[in-house]
């Protein structure tokens, strides 16, 4: 798991991460992200909205640790959700994904 952690926060000091809902709604939106990573206690409403982001995309996502974990991992205190925005490190992150057992759900050919 700390893999998982550690890709995203080198994509974060790349630039390569939008972290927030609203910044991971716009990155989603505009076709920038190449998967969205969110927290395993995000609030339902919040999942549903990403999730129609995801599908009108075709965007990769997982769910992975809590919002606090996710959060240390890109610098604050807590994120529930954040997108990568590199294809590289995103193929990484769903590859270290599938390793471990996590769930990589797509709606799209990744």
């Known amino acids: ?4 952690f550690n890709l995203i926060g080198l994509a974060k000091k790349a630039g390569k991460v939008s972290n927030g809902t ?3 709604k716009e990155s989603l939106n505009k076709g ?3 998967l969205l990573v969110m927290s395993n206690d995000i609030a ?3 999942k ?3 999730l129609k982001y995801v599908e009108k995309k075709k965007t990769p ?3 992975v640790g809590s919002k606090y974990e996710l959060g240390n991992s890109v610098g604050k205190e807590y994120r ?3 997108t990568i925005n590199d294809f ?3 193929q990484a992150l769903i590859k270290e994904s599938e390793c471990i057992g996590l769930n990589v759900n797509s709606v799209g050919v990744v």
């Open 48 to 50: 549903e909205e990403l």
């Open 80 to 82: 529930v959700a954040v």
């Open 61 to 63: 996502w997982i769910i």
């Open 1 to 4: 798991m700390n893999k998982i």
């Open 22 to 24: 609203i910044a991971a």
């Open 88 to 90: 590289g490190i995103a």
């Open 32 to 34: 920038k992200a190449y």
């Open 44 to 46: 339902s409403n919040t």
